[in-house]
């Protein structure tokens, strides 16, 4: 079966423990290889198959066409805020100042002002995860996945944080495609992909 994601368009990707949620995003981030089939991507340079890309290049796609926001955030806890958020952008070579400069911007649009300067630790989990979505943010990403973004949140901030990641996202342009148990979540995305045993079992619009 084949799985289309249009720009702009948020996808939430739903199924038991084990049916392959986690998988089926690593595959479309490059991450893993398919055992079969192919990922394509359409790019500046025509449309490229992801699968078939050697290591190297599938890094650089990481960098460059993708971002990523995890449950736990998956930052790292001994840099400052502002830090995490531009350490993509110095990856790809861009100064420490402008780095800098754009990853303390991301932080105020996303409601963080002043707090670029504070270690993960010393964030709620919400903001935690605010700082997760500026850095998936920082490089332009053309998608963004998020696998459980909101599943260590209370409901509350849940809602917030998906207001905020949707909001960085498909209100922009982006393609936001979330792996999540939480049907709340789901109802907020345009399409909802479900899948059993490791297949994509049924697709609906949620809205």
């Given at each position: 079966?084949?799985?289309?994601?249009?720009?702009?368009?948020?996808?939430?990707?739903?199924?038991?423990?084990?049916?392959?949620?986690?998988?089926?995003?690593?595959?479309?981030?490059?991450?893993?290889?398919?055992?079969?089939?192919?990922?394509?991507?359409?790019?500046?340079?025509?449309?490229?198959?992801?699968?078939?890309?050697?290591?190297?290049?599938?890094s650089?796609?990481?960098l460059?066409?993708?971002?990523?926001?995890?449950?736990?955030?998956?930052?790292?806890?001994?840099?400052?805020?502002?830090?995490?958020?531009?350490?993509?952008?110095?990856?790809?070579?861009e100064?420490?100042t402008?780095?800098?400069?754009?990853?303390?911007?991301?932080?105020?649009?996303?409601?963080?002002?002043g707090?670029?300067g504070?270690?993960?630790?010393?964030?709620?989990?919400?903001?935690?995860?605010?700082?997760?979505?500026?850095?998936?943010?920082?490089t332009?990403?053309?998608?963004?996945?998020?696998?459980?973004?909101?599943?260590?949140?209370?409901?509350r901030?849940?809602?917030?944080?998906?207001?905020?990641?949707?909001?960085?996202?498909?209100d922009?342009?982006?393609?936001l495609?979330?792996?999540?148990?939480?049907?709340?979540?789901?109802?907020?995305?345009?399409?909802?992909?479900?899948?059993?045993?490791?297949?994509?079992?049924?697709?609906r619009?949620?809205?």
């Amino acid at each position: 079966m084949t799985l289309s994601i249009r720009d702009g368009e948020s996808v939430a990707i739903m199924g038991p423990s084990g049916s392959g949620k986690s998988t089926l995003l690593h595959v479309l981030a490059g991450i893993v290889r398919p055992d079969s089939g192919r990922v394509m991507l359409r790019t500046a340079r025509g449309a490229v198959d992801v699968a078939s890309m050697n290591d190297r290049e599938r890094s650089a796609l990481r960098l460059t066409e993708f971002g990523f926001v995890f449950q736990q955030g998956m930052l790292i806890p001994e840099l400052t805020a502002a830090e995490n958020v531009a350490l993509p952008l110095l990856l790809n070579g861009e100064s420490r100042t402008e780095a800098t400069r754009t990853a303390e911007n991301l932080l105020i649009e996303l409601g963080l002002d002043g707090m670029g300067g504070r270690r993960i630790g010393q964030l709620s989990g919400g903001q935690a995860q605010r700082v997760a979505v500026a850095r998936a943010r920082a490089t332009q990403a053309r998608v963004i996945f998020a696998d459980e973004p909101t599943g260590a949140l209370d409901s509350r901030t849940a809602s917030d944080v998906l207001g905020v990641l949707l909001a960085a996202t498909t209100d922009e342009g982006r393609s936001l495609v979330v792996v999540t148990h939480d049907e709340d979540v789901a109802a907020r995305c345009d399409r909802v992909v479900r899948l059993r045993d490791g297949r994509i079992d049924s697709g609906r619009w949620s809205r």
